[in-house]
Structures are given as C-alpha cells and as structure tokens.
C-alpha cells in the first residue's frame, strides 16, 4: 500500500438475500487522484458507492477511508467524505441558501465561517444568481450544481460522485465535466459513469466493474492498450462517378478491402444514397492501416467521405475484457 | 490538500464511540431495540407501586391537607381495614335515577388510603380485607358484618336461573385504642379526603372523651348486652321451624301443629333460663346508676331498655302461666306470646340504636337549631297537632269536619317527616349531633353552637336574651336571614275545589323576622333591600302546567335569575370562604359592619361572601318573573358588592346590660292530657347561669337562607286555630285549602333551586364544622368537588364567544402562515452571496 | 445535539411549508373546539352547563390528536425514503438516533404550536369564569406528553414504508389502538382484563392528567412509549444495512 492510500477497499461482498451484487471488488485510490468507477447498469458501481459512504454495510470486506475503518466509526468517515448520489436527491421545497446553510449546519460548521464558505463553493460551482431559488424550480444542471456544492461544504478529502452528468444535456455535461476536472486538483474524487468518453476525459484511473467483480483496474491507456490488439476503422467512400452503386459494387469494394494486407475482417455497415451515394465499412485490422486504406482509395480512385479510427465503446472494452477473462 | 473537515474532531461527534456496535450488525440492533423495550417494562412495573405525583389543582386538590397530615400523624397505631370488593361493577345507581361510573375508584381509593398510610410515617396502618380466609367468609359478608354499607350495580346479573343484583362493598373501618368508626361506601371520590381525616379526628375525640366516661359507657354497654342476650335467647328458643308459619301466625287453628302454640312450648321449656338471662336486664338497669340523666342517648337507652324489661317481664308471665287473663286460655296465651316477643325485637333494635349513639357520643359537639318561628328547623314537633281527645271530639260534630282534622293532620304528619328526614339526612346520619332549641326556652347546657335558620317570626325578648347570652358567652352564633317570602309562579289557593290549579302566583313580602332589631346592638347592619345582579346569576326552575288535549302537563324551564346572584368575592383568610369558588344565594339581602364597629379594633370584621360588582340592592316592589326582572335590572344602576355574608368576631356587649332582663313566658299548655313538662328552669344547672353583660363571641350572619326553606305548621296552616275547628264554616274550607297550596308552596320553591342545593347544603355543612371548631375540615370540604361557574351570557354572547374561540385558533393558524409565506419570500428574493 | 437541533429546525419548516400543516393544525383546532362545546354527539353544551372547567377538552383532545398527529408525521420519513434525500441525510456525520430525534423534536415543534393554538379555549372560559389553572396546566401537559407518544408511533410506521398513505394509515391505526381499542379489546378479550394490560391503555394513563395531576407513573409511561417508538425507528432505519 502506498502511502497516498487514501481509500483502501479490499474484498467488498454485498449479498442481498439470493442476489450477489458484489463479489470480492477490491481497489485502492491515492491521493488527489480521480478514479473512475466504471461498469454497465447494475454492475455494482452504486453499491460500491453505498458501502464506501457508508449508507450501506458489506457483507463482508472492508472500507477504510484515510485509515478509518467504515464499518466501526461510519460518522468519522461520513465527515471526510463529500458526497452527491445518483439522480441528485434534494430537498426540493428549500431554497438553495437554506439548503446549504442546512447541510453545513449538520455537518458542525460554526456559524460564522459557514456564511463565508457557502459564498465560497456557490461560486466555485457557479451558483451565484441561485442562490434564493428555490431548489425545485432550478434546471437538471443547477441542481446539479447544488448537490456538488452540498457535497463540497466541507471542503471534504474525498467526494464521491454516483453518475454526476447522467441525465443532463450535453452543453451541461461540460461544464459539470470541466467542474469535476478543476476539482480534482485538490481533492480525491470517485466517480461513477458508464460513459467511457467522460472518464477518458476527467479521470486519471479507471476501475472497471462487471457483474460485482473488478474486472479491470488502472490508467485508461494502459486498459485500451489491454483491449486494443485490434484497430477497428471506419471507411467512408463515394460511389466512384458513373458507377452502379447497386450492392454488387459495394459488394466489389468489400472483397477488395478484405484482401488488403493486415485487414483482418471487414464488413460493410452502412449505404445510402443522400446526400451522396455512399457506403461506409468498418474494419478490423492488425494494425492501424489508415495510411495504406488513404493511399489505396486514392489509387483505386474513390473519393474518400470518411476515414478514422473507431473509439472502444464500453461495449467493446467489456467484450474483450471478459473475454480476455475467459480466454 | 487542506484537511479543513468540521464535521471530523471526535469530540463533536458523542454517539460516534457507539456507533460501532449498533451499526450494521442485526443482532446488536435487535439487542437494543429488545433491552429498550424491556427496560421500558421493568420501569412500568417497579413504579406501579411508587406515589410520586405533583397536585398541580390550585387548591391541591388531590394532595392531602396538611390538616389530614395532621390528623393522620396525630393518632398513633391506627389500624385502617379495606373492603373491596374483588370485582367491582361498571356503574351504580345513584339517587333519583342515572348511574354513575366506578372506573378508576377503586384505584383511587386505594391510593388515597395509602396516602395516609404513608404519610401518617408509620402511625397509620392499612390492611386489606382478604376475599374467602377461611371461616370469614367473602369480602361482602366481612364488609357488612363490620357496619359497612353494601351497593349494588346498575345492571342485574344472571345467577343460576334468576336475575340477582349482586352486592359490593368498598369501604373501611378505623380502629384506634378501644374506639372505632366507619367509612361504609367510598364512592364519592370528591369527599373521601374529608371523610377520612373528620373520622381520624373523631376517633382521637372520640377515645379522649371516652376516658373521661368510661363508666356510663360501661353501665351502658352492660344494659345493651344483658338485652341482648335475652333477645337473642327468646330467639333461638321461640324459633318455630315449620314454613308454613308465614303470614297469618296466630290464625292459625290447627291445634298442636299452630307455630304460636309450638312458639309458646319452646319458650316454656326454657323458662327457667330465659327467666335468669334476662333478669339479667333489670340488674344491669339497677346497676346504671352513672348513666342516667346525664346524656340523651344514655337516657334514651335507658327508656328503651325499661320499656323492654317490661315487655320480657310480662312474656316471662305467660311463659310461667303466671298471667291472669291467660290462665286456661293457652290459644290466647300463645298469640300474645307470639306478639310480645315480636314486640321484643323490636325494642332490642331501639335500644341497640340508642347504644350505638351512645357510644359514638363521646367528644361529640352538639348544634342547636333554633324552632318555634317557622324557621328551618329540621325535627318533628314535639306534640301533635290536635290533641287526641280534642280531635275525636271535633269529628263527633261534623263529618265534613272530620275530614278537614283529618286532612289538616297528615299535613301536618308530612310536615313532621320531612323535617326528621331532612335532620336525618342532612345531618345524624353525617355525624352530626343536632338539638332544638325552643323558643322561649333556655338554651340547654350541651349545645356548643346556635344556628337560628331563617326565623320568619320575630323572635321573642326572652329568646333574644338567651341568644344574646349564649352569644357573650362565647359560643358561635351562626344566623341566617331571610328577610323576604318570595313566591314566584306559585299555587295560589284556588277560590273553589272545582277550579284548575294553576302555578301563576306571585309575590314578595317581608317576612316577619326581627333579626335586624336583634342584630342592630352588636354593630350588625342587616339591610331590607334584596341584592340582585344582573351577570353573576343562578338559574331558577319554573314549572308551567301545560293543557294538551284535556290533560295538564308540567313543564319545566330554566332562567337566568336577577334574585339568585352567585357571590363572587370571598375573603381568602376565612376557612369558610378560603376556598370557595361560587356560592348562589337566593333572594339575599345583605349585612355590614356598622361604622363604629367596622371602626372598633379589637373586632374582626370578615366579609365572607361578596355579590359581584354588577349587583345592586332594591327594595320592592319589583318585578318578579325573570324575563321582566332582567330587563329591570339592566336599566338599574350596579351598586355592588354587597356584603352577603359576615364574621364578627370580638368582645361583644350584651344588649340588655342595664336592661330588665326579660322573664320566661308562660308555656300554654295545648294538650291537658299530657303531662306538665319539666320547668327546666328550675334545674340547678339553669339556676346557676347568671347575667353575663360581656364576653368575647363569635357571630356569622349570611343574609340569604340558601334555598333551603323551612317547613313548619306555622308557615303552611297559616291562620290554624283549633278553637276555630270546633265550629264547621266555609271559612275554614277555604283556609284547608290554603294550608294545601302552602304545602305544595314549599316543594315548588325547593324545586326551582334544588340544583344550587348541593353547594349550598356543602356551606351549610361547612358553617355546622366551623362553629364546633372542625375548620380543618371546612377546609378539606371546601376544595373537594366545589364547582367553578361560569358567569350568566345573553344568549348572543355565548354564540359570538363560541365562534370567537371556534375560529380564533384556525383564522390565527392561517394567518401566521400567510405571513411566514410573505417573509420568506422577501427574504428569499433579497438572498445574497 | 446541535445537529439534532439544526434538523428539528428544517423538519418543523418543512411541516409550515408545506400546507398540510395548516389543514391539520386548523382541522385539530375546529374539531376540538366543536366537541369541546357541543360533546361528541352534539348535544352537550358546554355554557348551558355552565362550569368553568377545561376537561371535555382534555377528554376529547387525544381522539382528534390520534387521526391527526399521524398526518404531520406520516411524510417523515416516508418522503426522503421516496426522494433519496434519505441516502444524503444518512450518509451526513450523525448518527441514526440523532436523525430519529431530530425528525420528533421537529414534529413535536408542530403539536406544541397547535397546543399552544388551543389556548384560546382556556382564555374563553377565563373571560367568563375561574377555571382551575393547575388543573388546566395538568391537562397540557397530560396532553404533551400523549402528544409525544403518538408522534413517535406516527414517526415509527413512517420509517416502514415510503409510501406517505400507508404511513399515515397504520400510523393512525396504531395511535387509536393505544389511545382506546385496548379497552374495547380487552373487553372482549376478558372478563376482568388484568391490570398490567389495562394499564397499557393510553386513556387509562391520561386519567390523572385531566385531573390536574402529574403522577411519575402516567409520565414514565409515556415516556417509554416514546422511547421504545424512537429505538423502534432507529432499528427500521438501520435495517437498509441488512436487507
């Protein structure tokens, strides 16, 4: 254990009557760190979240939290933890001063620095105009908003965030993104998402969990470079001009791409006639041969619409992960 | 990273420690919830016997007095025996009719007793009656052979085949030294206090006074036993088995089988026996030389016990065939046998009553009433209305004059036995030791205090004087003025027989009292004018007969009543007044101090009862029925308050110092045929009393007769003369019918105040406690069940204050949330950070 | 304790946020005072009795306090379970007692403004007549105290569900067993029920209270009640860590 362990939890089994929702998840995060909890619905992302706040007990395992066991003092772990639950529930009839007056009172803050630090995190999260509404009439993202800053108040060593963009439009997913990234500067945060994109972007680590097992743990790289033995393309080409672009030609285009070197499957995905008429291919190769499929439609004179390199999709990760698992 | 975390220094986190053996585990959380739960039961359980209560009533009253602390503390080694019943009823009847709930009197019972016990420190001991101990048989039967007063329930159970009301007791008995009393039904919670602590100071009274008579009462005793044991001899040897003995004993002609013959064999066979128990009572009689003349009971029991002696005497005659008529004449022999021990019996009850009282008189105070000027004067007369050879004599005459005797006779009889009844009642059977006074007689000796009730008569110079004498002395003079008749929708004597009653007479006239004359030397003022109010009132009941399709109804209405004005101020350091709430008084005057005495120092003046500010005082005429007099009133200036009851308490002067004192008059003898009374003058006792021109004395007088009305021959056959009666005229039909009307007067009268009687029979009996020095008592009857009234409200008033309260609540609820909703928003729009 | 404070502050709030408070503070107020002045058939009243006294409030008080107490408490609990703001408030630095406190101390700010809302009858009856005050302070805090021990049943059927109406109905079914089907029960159940459960009766222990009396016992009693409903409430609340 490094000495940076700033949350350590080792063994986690949660049983709920028949159903095992976790079954052995064990990771440690550092300091300052910002992990990403990943996993499909019901993979036991939120349960892990649960027993780390403390909200529910494991099974068995423990949680520890800067070397406090969670199991035997819950209300000194509580107090180092910030934390914002899946959907954002608030008390929808408070306004939002009130609110964070509320929870700040709650959580001992003496009453004169608890004015000065809700100014300080309403404007951290950009709740500035906000905060004599009431909590009900504010947007998705506002609330959003709120339920960080109720999180943040105590300025906590650890905040732990269940889903924090789910839900919102994608203009407010960036900015509570690009609020997540600011705040990973000086706190550890666990964040729960299923969307690969968002933790590539925000997280430094990623912890992936299937079906209540931690199926993967480390830096997004490292992982796709686990993942990544194969490159998946997608190509995009007009019909060359004058040609029938009746499925025998793109049937033509196909067997020729098949017999490109290195190109280890091929598939057509995609044809349609508007705007243009076009086909789109997705390929598996060995390697990434972007260069040799440019230089060949060049060479065999189609114009190419599109060409690039597919991302891994969550999908795909899990696939080649478990099967990496079974294999 | 700044480790800035409030929430996190332990010391603010004091369940933090326990959290982690309650958390997460089901078996520690099981734990807690079941040790919560059974702490919870044990607690219940151990303090089920604890008394720790706090009597927030601002008279305590739940607490026991200091003066039943006192009480209890006073006696040393009393033993309190309860009986109660294991299995209590639901509800009781109770007098004229409706039931009342038993719920939680037991407890509360059980509980007051041991609040005694508790704080008597040891002197007080309880014990309760155990239910079937062998050879004592069930509560019931212990209660009632301990003189406890047995209840039934409301409901009648179903034992076996027929319907049976089962019998209850609850109650106790005292015993202290060689005295003992009784609480035979505790069912009035309000008083129980009151009962226990008067029966722990009789006790103490009781016992001292009882060392000083020991004799007497021992003389008494033996002449009860030695009746006894001839009676219960008689008895048992007279005791015919045959049960077909019923009803028609000695018509019987069946010779040998007739239940009087067997009667009389059994009784013979024992003669001899019978013969010596029972002269035991002439012994015994012979022997009681110390109890003779000394007490009313002692007396009373010697008399009755003569008359039994006489009665065994003349059975033990027949028994021994020693009686003339009877000789050879067994079947007349037999049924007068069968009479005299029948008659037997029932002198043994006389004097088995007699010796009860005597035994219960030691230490206790006697209370005159004053009788002879239609006063409330709870005693039969003394003599009969005719004299039984002046009645026949009328009857000869005329028929229709026979009738009239007769009729004027049971008035007078119905007279006679509401007046015992309401003694009874009202006072000997609460304790209470009650003497008449006659007019025109002196006071005896064993009175301790004087309540002259409402004389509507004035009192003679000679009674004046022995009131006046016995007030000098020192005694209590309690005097209760009624200074008007009042008759509101009375009976008027209707001009023929054949006339419909109708209830529409009424009237006001003074009543004929010199009390003010009487009361004018001590300083007392008490005024003419009667005392109404036009807010602090009582209601009156007025009947209204009805005619509906040829039959007469009675209807009954309650009004608010100008003339029943409900004291509302009461001086706080007077026990009579100490914890009064209310006090309705109908048609009052009032009474002051003079200016000179109110001046006088060395007096102390209370007022006791005041009327409210809204009274006033007129003379009438006025009008009488309640809508108009309440119209009256409110055009009427209030005067008040008016004085309704005063205190004097000081060294009084009498009012025939330098005066001829007064000669007793004449007593005319109505009946020749009865004996000449004792001149009680003569007796040395009297003789050695001599004119007393000062003395310190104490003087109550309230100017109201609390509704309680007296009933007397000379209110009610108003205008009898017998020498009137000789001679039939239809003058004296229509005085018959007057008498009539006046008889039914009083009822109606006593109707339409009957529901303030209750709180004014509970002053009256305060005022008895008082003036025989129980103030303790007066005291811990007074906080015991007093109602608390509300004033009198026009009709509009009781609405407008319904609504008022109805809506206040609510309309001040809505309207704090309205404003709470106002100054959030503001508050919530003016937000900054 | 402050944050048991900080959170009997927020409930009592949110109770006069919301309007429920004001109907059934208002429904209480009308409800009583109508069987105060008319009895519970309507034909008692209570001026032609004309005595200063606060007892039928007292004896009718707790009927109308059992429907409507599980009304104010009924949303609790069963709301933030419903919301998810329960997973917050657990997850705060505090202890599930505190929280359970805190929710009744809040609740209880609710029954003694509507108490102190029923003062106008005792000023009514003071206006026109002496009612015994001891007495009278006896009664309210007989009432207090029965207040409390229905709120913390309402506060305990709240933590079984999240559904608002089931709350309120079991709540109320439990307030009005305690408060007298015992009696009718044991009725039925025995002949001469045995003590212990004639004690168990709320009515049975309210007695000495409208009496103007304050017996340790009837306190005790309701205090217990009160206890083992909180205890109750923390067990339901931590029951999410075993289910």
């Known amino acids: ?327 | 990273m700044a480790p800035n975390i409030p929430g996190s220094s332990p010391s603010n986190l004091p369940a933090a420690g326990k959290a982690k053996s309650s958390r997460g585990n089901r078996a520690d959380a099981l734990v807690t919830l079941l040790a919560t739960i059974g702490i919870a039961v044990v607690l219940n359980a151990l303090l089920t016997q604890s008394n720790v209560r706090a009597d927030l009533t601002e008279q305590g009253i739940h607490t026991l007095s200091p003066a039943s602390v006192k009480a209890a503390t006073d006696l040393e080694g009393v033993t309190i025996t309860a009986y109660i019943s294991k299995k209590l009823p639901e509800t009781v009847p109770v007098p004229g009719g409706g039931k009342m709930a038993l719920k939680g009197i037991e407890r509360a019972f059980r509980d007051k007793l041991e609040e005694y016990a508790a704080a008597s420190g040891g002197k007080v001991k309880l014990i309760y009656a155990e239910d079937n101990n062998p050879g004592i048989g069930t509560i019931e039967e212990q209660a009632e052979a301990a003189k406890l007063e047995p209840f039934s329930s409301s409901e009648a159970q179903l034992a076996g085949s027929e319907l049976k009301f089962a019998r209850y007791a609850m109650g106790a008995t005292f015993h202290y030294q060689t005295v003992h009393e009784v609480l035979p039904k505790a069912l009035q919670l309000g008083f129980l206090e009151f009962e226990i602590t008067k029966i722990l100071l009789r006790l103490k009274e009781k016992h001292e006074a009882a060392q000083v008579q020991k004799e007497p009462l021992a003389q008494g005793k033996a002449v009860f036993e030695a009746v006894k044991a001839c009676t219960e001899l008689v008895q048992k040897k007279g005791k015919v088995e045959d049960a077909k003995d019923e009803g028609a004993a000695g018509l019987s002609l069946k010779g040998s089988t007739d239940p009087t013959q067997k009667r009389l064999e059994g009784l013979q066979a024992a003669k001899e026996d019978i013969a010596k128990t029972c002269g035991q009572v002439a012994t015994a009689l012979s022997a009681a030389t110390k109890l003779r003349g000394k007490s009313q009971f002692g007396d009373q029991l010697l008399t009755n016990a003569e008359q039994f002696k006489s009665i065994s005497d003349e059975l033990l005659q027949y028994i021994s065939g020693k009686a003339e008529e009877a000789k050879d004449k067994p079947k007349q022999a037999a049924m007068a046998v069968t009479q005299l021990s029948s008659m037997l019996e029932e002198f043994f009850r006389e004097v088995d009553r007699a010796h009860t009282n005597l035994a219960d008189s030691p230490g206790r105070k006697v209370v005159g009433f004053l009788c002879g000027h239609d006063e409330f004067c709870p005693f039969a007369e003394q003599e009969p209305l005719f004299p039984e050879q002046a009645a026949m004599m009328m009857g000869q005459n005329n028929p229709m004059m026979k009738q009239i005797v007769q009729a004027a006779t049971q008035i007078a009889q119905g007279i006679d036995d509401t007046n015992s009844r309401i003694g009874d009642n009202l006072f000997t059977r609460r304790g209470y030791s009650i003497r008449r006074v006659a007019a025109d007689e002196p006071i005896p000796a064993e009175i301790s205090a004087l309540i002259v009730y409402a004389p509507r008569r004035a009192l003679s110079e000679y009674t004046s004087y022995q009131l006046d004498q016995f007030l000098v002395a020192g005694k209590p003079v309690v005097l209760f003025a009624q200074e008007w008749d009042a008759a509101v929708m009375n009976m008027a004597p209707a001009e023929d027989l054949a006339q419909e009653m109708r209830l529409d007479y009424t009237n006001i006239a003074p009543s004929g009292s010199n009390l003010q004359d009487w009361l004018r030397p001590y300083g007392v003022d008490l005024k003419r004018e009667l005392t109404m109010d036009s807010k602090h009132v009582e209601n009156i009941k007025l009947m209204k007969l009805v005619n509906r399709g040829g039959l007469q109804f009675q209807t009954q209405q309650d009004f608010p009543y100008a003339l029943i004005p409900v004291a509302t101020k009461f001086d706080r350091s007077h026990p009579l007044s100490k914890s009064l709430e209310s006090l309705p008084l109908p048609y009052p005057t009032s009474v002051e101090p003079s200016a000179e005495l109110a001046k006088d120092s060395r007096f102390e003046v209370v007022k006791i009862l005041q009327s409210s500010e809204s009274s006033l005082k007129k003379t009438p005429p006025l009008p009488l029925l309640p809508p108009a007099l309440k119209e009256w009133v409110l055009k009427e200036q209030p005067t008040g308050p008016h004085t309704l009851a005063l205190y004097v308490r000081g060294p009084f002067k009498s009012a025939f110092s330098g005066k001829e004192l007064p000669k007793r008059p004449e007593k005319q003898q109505t009946d020749p045929s009865r004996p000449p009374e004792k001149v009680s003058a003569n007796d040395p006792e009297m003789q050695k009393r001599t004119f007393k021109s000062e003395g310190a004395g104490k003087l109550l007088v309230v100017a109201s007769n609390l509704g309680i009305e007296g009933l007397s021959r000379g209110a009610v056959l108003k205008g009898f003369d017998m020498s009137k009666m000789a001679q039939f005229s239809a003058e004296i039909i229509k005085e018959y019918q007057g008498w009539n009307a006046n008889f039914q007067n009083w009822q109606i009268r006593i109707g339409q105040v009957s529901h303030l009687l209750g709180d004014n029979l509970q002053f009256l009996t305060n005022v008895i406690d008082w003036s025989t020095s129980h103030e303790a008592l007066v005291e811990i009857r007074s906080k015991g069940d007093s109602r608390r009234p509300l004033q009198q409200l026009q009709d509009g008033e009781a609405k407008n204050l319904r609504i008022g309260a109805l809506l206040a609540g609510p309309l001040l609820l809505i309207a704090a949330g309205l404003l709470r909703w106002r100054l959030r928003k503001s508050r919530h729009a003016a937000l900054r950070v | 304790m402050n944050a048991v404070l900080t959170l009997a502050r927020r409930e009592l709030a949110a109770t006069f946020d919301s309007p429920i408070a004001y109907i059934a503070g208002a429904v209480f107020l009308v409800v009583t005072g109508l069987l105060f002045f008319f009895g519970h058939d309507g034909t008692a009243d209570f001026f032609a009795a004309r005595e200063a006294t606060l007892r039928p409030l007292f004896e009718y008080a707790p009927w109308v306090m059992a429907v409507i107490l599980p009304a104010v408490t009924m949303r609790l609990v069963a709301e933030e379970k419903k919301s998810g703001t329960l997973e917050l408030l657990v997850t705060l630095p505090i202890t599930d007692l505190q929280i359970v406190m805190g929710k009744l101390l809040g609740a209880i700010g609710f029954l003694a403004v509507t108490l102190a809302a029923t003062l106008v009858f005792p000023i009514a009856v003071a206006t026109i007549g002496h009612p015994d005050l001891g007495a009278v302070a006896g009664g309210y805090v007989g009432l207090l105290l029965i207040g409390v021990a229905f709120l913390s049943l309402g506060l305990l059927t709240s933590t079984w569900t999240h559904n608002q109406i089931i709350a309120f109905i079991v709540g109320l079914l439990l307030c009005v067993f305690f408060w007298t089907a015992t009696d009718a029960l044991l009725k039925v159940a025995f002949d001469r029920p045995p003590l212990a459960l004639q004690l168990l009766s709320f009515k049975t222990q309210f007695d000495d209270f409208t009496k103007g009396v304050v017996d340790l016992r009837n306190v005790v009693y309701f205090l217990s009640v009160s206890a083992v409903a909180v205890i109750g409430s923390v067990y339901s609340l931590q029951s999410r860590h075993w289910k």
């Open chain 1, 1 to 327: 254990m490094s000495a940076n362990t700033v949350i350590r939890v080792s063994n986690l089994v949660k049983q709920y009557d028949t159903k095992t929702a976790l079954d052995g998840v064990s990771f440690d995060v550092h300091g300052g760190e910002i992990l990403g909890l990943l996993g499909p619905n019901g993979a036991g992302k939120s349960t892990t979240m649960k027993i780390l706040t403390t909200y529910l007990t494991a099974t068995s395992g423990e949680v520890s939290v800067d070397g406090i066991d969670a199991n035997s003092d819950p209300v000194k772990v509580r107090a180092m933890l910030g934390y914002l639950p899946e959907s954002t529930p608030l008390y929808a009839d408070m306004v939002v001063y009130d609110y964070l007056h509320y929870v700040g009172s709650m959580r001992n803050f003496a009453k004169a620095d608890l004015h000065k630090r809700i100014a300080e995190v309403v404007r951290m999260v950009g709740l500035q105009e906000y905060v004599g509404f009431q909590i009900a009439n504010l947007s998705k993202g506002y609330k959003q908003r709120v339920g960080l800053a109720q999180a943040l108040l105590h300025n906590p060593k650890v905040l732990i965030l269940d889903e924090p963009t789910s839900g919102l439009d994608p203009n407010q997913i960036v900015e509570i993104r690009n609020l997540i990234r600011e705040l990973g500067s000086n706190h550890t945060i666990i964040l729960s998402s299923h969307n690969l994109a968002e933790v590539r972007q925000i997280c430094d680590r990623v912890v992936i969990i299937h079906r209540g097992k931690v199926v993967a743990d480390g830096t997004l790289d490292e992982l796709e470079g686990r993942v990544a033995a194969t490159h998946r393309i997608l190509l995009g080409v007009q019909a060359p001009a004058g040609k029938e672009t009746g499925g025998q030609a793109a049937a033509d285009l196909l067997s020729s791409l098949k017999a490109l070197p290195s190109v280890l499957s091929a598939q057509l995905s995609h044809q349609s006639q508007a705007p243009v008429p076009h086909a789109t291919y997705e390929l598996e190769a060995s390697s990434d041969i972007r260069g040799e499929l440019f230089r060949w439609a060049e060479a065999k004179g189609h114009t190419l619409l599109e060409l690039r390199r597919k991302d891994l999709d969550l999908e795909g990760i899990f696939q080649s992960l478990t099967q990496d698992a079974q294999a």
